[in-house]
């Protein structure tokens, strides 16, 4: 994927995310998620039934990186089962840590391929990833 398109894709997922706003709901579980490193603060909604990722929901405060990142990983797991759900996380922290992965289950999330190369940034990508993994380890 080329630069520009991979600046594209960030900054549509930066100004129009998929999902943003909590809602109302007792069905979903609420996961909240924040950088020790800067400013990055997001709470999760998960809805999980019949083993499946059936919605994910977020909000709050966080850089360009962060933001888009949730806003893809959401598109990205809405309908997945856990378990394909988490080999997708998986392979998207692989990405992130410069390990073997798996580019095809990634979809659009691999425009942050590249990320490893601001260290800085890295947690920024990863943040509600991980908040999600944890939540979906629980159910799986």
């Given at each position: 994927?080329?630069?520009?398109?991979?600046?594209?894709?960030?900054?549509e997922?930066?100004?129009?995310?998929?999902?943003?706003?909590?809602?109302?709901?007792?069905?979903?579980?609420?996961?909240?998620?924040?950088?020790?490193?800067?400013?990055?603060?997001?709470?999760?909604?998960?809805?999980?039934?019949?083993?499946?990722?059936?919605?994910?929901?977020?909000?709050?405060?966080?850089?360009?990186?962060?933001?888009?990142?949730?806003?893809?990983?959401?598109?990205?797991?809405?309908?997945?089962?856990?378990?394909?759900?988490?080999?997708?996380?998986?392979?998207?922290?692989?990405?992130?840590?410069?390990?073997?992965?798996?580019?095809?289950?990634?979809?659009?999330?691999?425009?942050?391929?590249?990320?490893?190369?601001?260290?800085?940034?890295?947690?920024?990508?990863?943040?509600?990833?991980?908040?999600?993994?944890?939540?979906l380890e629980?159910?799986?």
């Open positions: 994927m080329n630069e520009e398109l991979k600046r594209t894709i960030i900054l997922n930066y100004q129009n995310p998929k999902n943003r706003g909590l809602i109302k709901d007792n069905t979903y579980n609420l996961v909240s998620t924040n950088s020790k490193s800067c400013i990055d603060q997001i709470d999760l909604q998960i809805k999980v039934e019949n083993d499946k990722v059936k919605d994910i929901r977020f909000d709050g405060e966080a850089c360009a990186i962060c933001t888009s990142s949730t806003s893809i990983m959401i598109k990205t797991l809405i309908g997945k089962n856990i378990k394909d759900a988490l080999k997708i996380i998986k392979n998207f922290e692989n990405m992130i840590e410069e390990k073997e992965y798996d580019e095809k289950l990634l979809e659009e999330a691999v425009v942050y391929e590249d990320i490893s190369k601001q260290p800085n940034r890295k947690n920024c990508a990863l943040l509600t990833w991980k908040g999600t993994k944890e939540e629980k159910r799986g």
